[in-house]
Each structure stands twice: as C-alpha cells, then as structure tokens.
C-alpha cells in the first residue's frame, strides 16, 4: 500500500526566510512518481514537480528546490527566500510505476502543509 | 489554452436534493478524473474516465453518486439524495498519457455545502 506522510500541518515564517517542507513516501514499488502540488488560497490546484524513481537529482526551478533521498523515502520541498506569495497549502503526492494498459497512474496525495508568510 | 473548467464553483443546497457538478477537460487530454476534498480526509480520488470510459469507481462512496462522461469534453458527477457530509471540494482532473507518463492538470474545484 502505498502512503504519504507530511508531518507539517502548519509552517510560518517571515517573509525572505528559507522554509523546507517535508515529504516521507511509503511503497512497494521500484518504480514510483512523486510529485508537489501547491493550493494557494483561490482553492485550485497546481502542478510544481513530477520526478521518477529513477532520478535522484536534486531539482532547482527558481527559488524552489527539492531533494529525493530514496535511502530515507523523502522528497523534501524547500522554498528559498519566501515571499507572501508562496503562502498555501503545498501537498506531496505519489504514484506507482507499473499500470496496466489503459489505467492511470492514481496519486496518493499526503495531507498537505500549511505555509503562512508572513511580511 | 484554457484549463479545466468546473461549474458551479459554489453550490449551497438543502439536504436531499440532487446536485450536479459539471468538467469540461483541457482539450485533446484522454484521462479525467474526479476528486473529493474534505478535512478529514484530505484529496480522495472518487473515479476516473479514459477516453470517456469510467476504468474505476471504487473511490466513489456509495450508490448516492454517479458520473457520467458522454463525451470527450464534458462529465458530471450527480450526488443524489445529497447529504450533510457530502460537503467538499469537487475536483476534477484531466491528463494525457505521452509515453510513460503524464500530469494531472485540476480544475479550480467546486465547492459543495449541503445543509
């Protein structure tokens, strides 16, 4: 079975401040998706990350960064220099690797952290 | 390229009645998928559709719900009789399978009340 654990309810810090959010996955699978979604106060969705088990490279994309560690299970979520704007609720999700023809690959979404920057 | 589109994005109704919730998916994506957001128990996948046909319902919770996709652009998820606990965030989702892989674009999410 697979699960994601965001132990963070809640995070707040001051505005410029560096905030790392973290994600633990669980899953019998060697091939596996992981992924960041980010829910801003409007309520919608949106896709940050997707990276694949097989790819280990840290990822920057601006002031955002993640680092997957296969060996602890996580991928971490850090925001460096934070602005009001980045607050929202930020959800780590998961997918198993192997499907059969036709399905998708379901995500097993974690139970998101709360950002709150504060200016 | 517009994105999903969701209709209502609010609907308040009284305990009993049906309701309707409506998914235009981003044009040419073969996959939609419907979802349920509550406090309790965060983003749940309901059921998803490939190329309008549903290939899993077990997320659905009970007979009370039903979705259709007749066509390539538009699905609805029906609750009917609609219950105080069914009050949540509806989600809907649309991807494309390109190789191995795909994203899951979401809609900007209905909001349901039922008192």
């Known amino acids: 079975a697979q699960k994601v654990t965001q132990a963070q309810t809640e995070i707040s810090v001051v505005e410029k401040e560096d905030v790392t959010l973290d994600c633990v996955y669980e899953t019998r699978d060697t091939t596996y998706y992981l992924f960041w979604y980010k829910q801003p106060p409007s309520g919608e969705l949106v896709f940050l990350i997707r990276?694949?088990?097989?790819?280990?490279q840290n990822e920057i994309s601006g002031r955002y960064s993640w680092n997957f560690q296969k060996s602890t299970s996580s991928f971490n979520f850090t925001i460096t220099a934070s602005q009001v704007v980045d607050s929202a609720v930020y959800f780590c999700?998961?997918?198993?690797?192997?499907?059969?023809?036709?399905?998708?690959?379901?995500?097993?979404f974690g139970s998101g952290t709360q950002l709150t920057v504060l200016p | 390229d517009a994105g999903v589109i969701q209709s209502p994005r609010h609907e308040v109704t009284e305990m009993g009645q049906e309701v309707t919730l409506r998914c235009k998916p981003i044009s040419g994506h073969d996959y939609l998928f419907w979802y349920r957001q509550t406090m309790m128990r965060g983003l749940e996948l309901l059921i998803y559709?490939?190329?309008?046909?549903?290939?899993?319902d077990s997320g659905m919770p009970e007979d009370r719900f039903s979705a259709k996709m007749p066509n390539a652009s538009f699905s609805t998820l029906k609750i009917q009789p609609s219950e105080p606990r069914d009050s949540a965030v509806y989600f809907c989702?649309?991807?494309?399978?390109?190789?191995?892989?795909?994203?899951?674009?979401f809609g900007p999410g209905t909001r349901l009340t039922v008192t």
């Open positions: 990276r694949n088990s097989f790819d280990e």
């Open positions: 999700a998961l997918s198993e690797g192997r499907i059969s023809s036709g399905s998708a690959r379901q995500l097993t």
């Open positions: 989702a649309s991807s494309l399978r390109r190789g191995g892989w795909y994203e899951q674009y």
């Open positions: 559709f490939n190329n309008n046909v549903p290939i899993d």
